[in-house]
């Protein structure tokens, strides 16, 4: 045996080598496959993530454009109102959108976008069913009474989304799906009772009806 081995000693070592160098070239390109497969599939999940976050940015940017219809207020300034309460029509389409494009990209969200979006959603049913009963010529009038509401919702979203494209979209990783996705229910009620919607309904409720009377 020793005889045989010193005999071929040489063949056995390039033998060995041939082998060890084709399992290192198999298992290389092995790891190259795997890791360009990761990153199709990734660029795949990073497109949705994109696009859900670009959706919701779009959703902010909405809720800030703003209407005159020639009024003024007390203090002298133009009267305006969210473009989207122009008519029950207008917000209910939009409402329909917002619903829509919340239903088709949470998922991929980051859970603080998750959370905002799901305030505002929250806001959003809470104004449509207090709106259920108003006629439609009324809702630039409410519309100027929450409008600052609507900037609010509409820049803390923006915040939330934007902190996605500078930090997130770096990250090659997804959210926890099992991470709560809205906010406590104290914090919630806390913001809600502190809007204007909330704060003056029954104020608005009057001016509604007297503007009807009038």
Sequence with gaps: MIDFFNQYSSGIFALLGALG???????ASWMLKKR????????????KRIKAHENVLSI??????MVSWGNFEDNGDVARAPQVLMSKEV??????????????????????????????????????QNLSGVPSD??????????????????????KTFY???????????????DW???ERSETEKRLNK????????????????????
């Design 91 to 128: 917000f209910e389409q939009w409402f329909t959108k917002f619903t829509q494009l919340t239903l088709e990209g949470s998922t991929w969200l980051t859970t603080e976008t998750k959370r905002e979006l799901n305030f505002v959603q929250d806001y959003l049913v809470t104004l449509h």
């Design 138 to 159: 009324k809702y630039l009038l409410i519309g100027k009474i929450i409008r600052q509401d609507f900037a609010e919702l509409s820049g803390r979203l923006e915040k």
């Design 181 to 183: 996705h809205k906010y």
């Design 60 to 65: 902010a940017l909405e809720m800030r454009v």
């Design 195 to 214: 809007t204007a919607l909330i704060e003056k309904w029954q104020s608005i409720k009057k001016l509604v009806e007297d503007d009807n009377k009038s």
């Design 21 to 27: 160098g084709g399992v290192i070239s198999f298992y």
């Design 164 to 178: 996605f494209f500078s930090k997130g979209i770096n990250q090659l990783k997804l959210n926890d799906l099992d």
């Design 36 to 47: 360009d497969f990761s990153l199709r599939l990734w660029d795949k999940l990073l497109d």
